[in-house]
Every structure is written in C-alpha cells, then in structure tokens.
C-alpha cells in the first residue's frame, strides 16, 4: 500500500488511537474504503486509571492495548505507526516523521495534552500525567524520594521530600490526592517501618472555589469532606505563583517546601501545525461545526478533547472526557458513510449519562442525571463502569484481581523502581547514569 497515492476508494484517516479515534475505527466496520488509523503509539491507553499506574496500584501493561490487536479482524483498517507533524489540507495529505499520507477525509483524534498556562518553571519541574510515560515517572519519582527521606538527617530536607502537592482540584486531582492519602495511612508503616513517625503531607491546590467543580455540589462537598478525613490538606480558590523545584509558593502566601508536585490543574488540545491562528481556541482546541467538521475545510474533521463545538449549552466546548470522544467517534462514523453515499451530515447531540469521581477505599461520587450517588455504592459503580470500558478481557481480569488483592490486604505489588527519574533534571536517567 503507497500511503501517498491517490486511491479508487475513499480513504479516512484517523490520526489517534484514543477513545474517539478507536470508537470511530470501529464503528466503520461496514465502509466500503479504506482506513488508516495512525498513531505516535502502537497502543490504546485507559486513561482513567492512569493515577494507579503513577501510585503503583497497577501496572503499565494492564491499561495498555496493542491497536494492531484490536483490528486484526477488522480488515479495512489498517494501523500506522509514525507521528503527524503537519497537516496540508490544500493538497489532502499530511506530513509524518515518515513521510506524506494521502486522504479523501481526516480525522483528527489527537486528545489532549497538560496545561501550564505559560509558566515555563512550573512546566520543567512539576510532574504531569498525560500519559504512560509520566505516571512511571511519578511513580519512580514518588518511591525515589520516599528512599531518600529514610536517609535524609536534616529535618527540613526530610519533610521536603515527604511533602506531596497535586495541583488542580478536578477527577484527577482528587483521585490522585485520595490514592497517595491512603498509601500514607495504609501503606507507608508497612514499606517503611523505619518511617513510622514520618509526617507525610498531602497537599491539594484548587483555583476554583469547590473540587469537582464541573461535578453537583453534593459531590463536591462529599469529595472534599473524604479528603479532609483522609489527611489531605486543601486550599481552595488560590493559585499556584511558582514552583522552583524546591518552594512552591501559593497566591494567598502560602509557601510549601517540597519535591513533589503533581499537576492535574488544566489540559490544552494537542493538534498538529496546519490550522491558522483563528480556527483555534485560547485552549488550543480547533473550533468544529455540530458535525464536527472543521470551519473552511470540506474534508477535515475533529473529535473528542482537541474539538471544541461551540453552543449554547456548551459555550467553551463540550467537556474532555471519554464519553464525549466515544459519541463523537460513533456519530462521525455514520456522518462519513452517508457523505459518501451522498447524504446529508446529521449534527451531533451529546448525552450525558453522568458522571464519576473515585476518591479512595468505598469511597466515591457519581452524578447520575438527578441522581446523586456517594459512598459505597457509588464505588462499585465507579469499579463496574471502569472494568467494562477497558480493553480486552485480560486486561479486564488482570485489573480486577489486583483491585480484589489490594482491597484484602492494603497492599498493591507494583511500586518498583525500575527506572530511576533525576528530579533535579527531570529526566529518566540512563544505565550508565
């Protein structure tokens, strides 16, 4: 297959292997043409559970998925594995590290990346976790400084390196902050006996003036009153000034001394060059009309995170979450088989089925319509809705036994060093380093 050339049947290109693009991947099962399905990865990541990965609940392998397994029965896909730098929409083709691809119709599900809404030192020494990549490197980062600490004599450098500040009140923060709460208070006398009358502090900083903010208020009030009885100590409507690596100092003079800092507090759309200034959002997010379709191009589309559908009821875009990217995928499936049929595009509706946020042992919230769901049962929710959205029936038992395991015994198996991250350089370091 020449992936430049013109060809007899329509080609779709998909250019990310996310929700959205995966959903849509699938949903054309039944198109006559071909499409191409390209990503950076040869895997589909479970973001949702990423935070378990960069607390080492989980292992890496068990959210991961290899794309090229999940089409091999599917034959009118075929998976590229090359990164899209640009996209030339005069010719219909777009430009990869591994030359031109050609396309009649494209689709990028490209997601989203971190948001450090410009600050440059913020972006080289806070941690984010966008991806598999950066939750092994908190993980390493987390158990590195714990292994420290056991060493440290001086007092100060000690509660530095005990000291663990997420930043950003939304899911992510919270979970993350709940899940590093109960290794303090479930964990830590157990690894580190040594540390028994270590003070861990868990800090969680929110610009908003409730947690969960996109959540109900009974959530958010839920949510943050299981932090506080967890341990998390939590600032609310404040912003974070600057992190330096070693101070992160907070708009309502708070100062933290710490060397760790997680940042959960905004996303931006990750899109590839191409687009004029004017089609993108102060988030970086391409403006598409209700059918998903960029404005000014005839042929080029966009879904999930990177797509803002701008509306009433949505004046910023449609949240980024899965199940915007999955409904989007589905719709533009059956959208792109009626274009070729010469039918008329029909716009798309979101239906929100709800909304969960775990925030740690029998403890979780879920928005379901005019149900508000908290405790125990919105738990199990959270552990159901969460098993059957995975891929893959391994990776669906694999998760749930661990799950099971750390439920009896307190006790997750995966905090390995296996590769050593320099917090002073903020990268992975080599075997000869």
């Known amino acids: 297959m020449r992936l430049n050339e013109i060809t007899k049947h329509p080609r779709i290109v998909i250019v990310g292997g996310g ?11 039944k198109f006559d043409g071909e499409v191409l399905l390209i990503d950076r990865h040869n895997y589909h990541i479970f973001q ?34 090359t990164n899209v730098t640009e996209i030339n929409s005069a010719s219909n ?28 030192e913020i972006e080289h020494y806070a941690m984010p976790m966008k991806n598999v990549t950066e939750a092994l490197n908190i993980r390493s980062m987390i158990l590195q400084n714990l292994e420290v600490a056991f060493l440290e004599k001086d007092l100060e450098k000690k509660q530095a390196l005990l000291n663990f500040v997420i ?14 709460a109960e290794f303090k208070n479930h964990v830590l006398h157990k690894d580190y ?51 330096d690596g070693e101070l992160l100092m907070i708009d309502n003079g708070t100062n933290i001394h710490t060397k760790n800092v997680i940042w959960a507090a905004g996303v931006m759309g990750k899109v590839p060059a191409g687009f004029s200034a004017g089609a993108l959002t102060k988030s970086n997010r391409v403006q598409v009309d209700h059918t998903n379709k960029v404005h000014d191009h005839r042929n080029v589309y966009v879904i999930g995170d990177a797509a803002a559908m701008i509306s009433l009821e949505y004046p910023q875009g449609h949240p980024g979450v899965a199940p915007v990217a999955i409904q989007q995928g589905q719709h533009l499936a059956k959208n792109l088989m009626r274009l070729t049929k010469n039918e008329a595009a029909k716009p798309f509706v979101y239906k929100d089925k709800g909304t969960l946020a775990t925030i740690g042992r029998n403890k979780a919230v879920a928005d ?23 891929v893959g029936f391994t990776n669906r038992l694999i998760i749930f036994l661990s799950w099971a395991s750390s439920y009896i015994t307190y006790n997750g198996a995966n905090r390995l060093i296996i590769r050593r991250f320099n917090t002073k350089e903020m990268k992975v370091e080599s075997e000869a380093d």
């Not at 930043?167 to 590093?180: D, H, K, Q, R, Y």
Request: glycine residues 10%; without cysteine.
């Open 167 to 180: 930043v950003g009140g939304g899911p992510t923060g919270v979970e993350l902050s709940g899940a590093i």
């Open 368 to 390: 379901l319509g005019k149900i508000h769901l908290k405790g125990f049962i919105a738990w199990v929710i959270w552990i159901f809705v969460h098993l059957m959205s995975l």
């Open 19 to 29: 929700f959205g693009g995966l959903k849509l991947a699938k949903a054309l099962k």
């Open 93 to 120: 083709t777009i430009s990869t590290t591994d030359g031109d691809i050609s396309y009649d119709y494209l689709v990028l599900a490209t997601g989203s990346d971190t948001n450090f809404f410009g600050n440059k």
């Open 48 to 81: 949702p559970l990423l935070y378990q990965v960069a607390t080492g609940s989980l292992q890496a392998e068990s959210i991961v998925f290899p794309l090229r397994k999940i089409f091999h029965n599917q034959a009118n896909v075929t998976f590229v594995y």
């Open 193 to 243: 006996p040594e540390q028994k009358d270590a003070n861990m502090k868990v800090y969680l900083v929110e610009g908003k003036k409730e947690l969960l903010a996109a959540m109900s208020t009974e959530a958010s009030v839920n949510a943050k009153q299981n932090l506080l009885d967890m341990g998390v100590e939590i600032y609310n409507d404040v912003h974070v000034k600057s992190y």
